[in-house]
């Protein structure tokens, strides 16, 4: 996989790189991530990237000259095919969906803007796709480039050390986690749950995915209306909500 990030801190994005799950990807040669600043496309004294809005009013626009020629440039080293995305609050919202369809591909480019953002003929010109991380305000597309970046690398082949790990994904798929213990027993008075201690491996199952689905249930309401859940949870489910408010669980 060869993801290219078109930014002016460069340095925000190659230091994020080198820790966990990530910077192991990077180590194995299964990811490979490399940058382009739209500065070294400037051809005046300043080095300007920035610009008044047409129309007045705060803030300012990146101008079109730099960010369209870097984007090119970055676009050049990737395999043919390779979409250029923009991040932007006011694109698609980024989901596990999203990073599985983007962990399929050869390559892809994320485009960061900063202050108030691309000029939009830069968008018509050189972009394929928007995406945003959420419904937040944040500063610029850097910490988004990052977010995407580890939530693709985890999912490439061979980047997370026990295969364990995505199998036990899919049993609490759709899913918030359950809760986890280690050492000590006793910890300021807090007991862990007995059925952890108990050895019988199929009681633990089952009490994992009850407080992995009432959690869900209590936190997350969206993600059940999602209906993305297995056999076992939705059967869970129902049971929970029989034993709380008897009679009134769904029939078929
Ligand atoms: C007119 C108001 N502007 C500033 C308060 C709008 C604005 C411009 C630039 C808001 C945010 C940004 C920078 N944000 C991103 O580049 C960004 C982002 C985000 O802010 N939230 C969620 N996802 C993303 S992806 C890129």
Redesign the pocket.
């Known amino acids: 996989m060869k993801i290219q990030v078109v930014t002016l801190f460069p340095e925000m994005i190659a230091g994020a790189l080198g820790f966990g799950i990530v910077g192991r990807a990077v180590e194995r040669g299964l990811l490979s991530v490399g940058t382009e600043d739209p500065r070294k496309h400037t051809s005046d004294v300043h080095r300007t990237v920035d610009d008044r809005p047409y129309g007045g ?3 300012m626009v990146l101008k079109p000259e730099p960010m369209l020629a870097a984007i090119r440039a970055a676009h050049e080293r990737l395999p043919p095919g390779s979409p250029r995305i ?4 006011q ?1 698609e919202p ?1 989901g596990q969906a999203q990073a599985r369809e983007l962990a399929a591909l050869p390559g892809f480019l994320l485009v ?6 691309l000029d939009e003929r830069v968008v018509e010109l050189g972009i394929d796709r ?16 990052l977010v995407v970046i580890d939530a693709v690398a985890r999912l490439l082949p061979g980047a997370l050390g026990d295969e364990r790990s995505n199998v036990e994904e899919s049993f609490v798929a759709g899913l918030l986690d359950w809760p986890h213990y280690t050492r000590p027993e006793l910890f300021e008075g807090l007991a862990v749950p007995p059925v952890l201690l108990s050895g019988n491996h199929a009681d633990i199952r089952r009490w994992r995915l009850e407080q992995a689905v009432t959690r869900t249930y209590a936190r997350r309401p969206d993600l059940i209306a999602r209906g993305e859940l297995g056999p076992e949870a939705s059967r869970l489910l129902s049971e929970f909500l029989a034993a709380r408010a008897p009679g009134t669980e769904d029939r078929g």
């Open positions: 009013g705060p803030g923009h991040l932007s609050a694109g980024l960061a803007g900063r202050y108030e953002g928007e995406v945003s991380i959420g419904d937040y305000v944040l500063s610029g597309g850097e910490l988004p480039a």
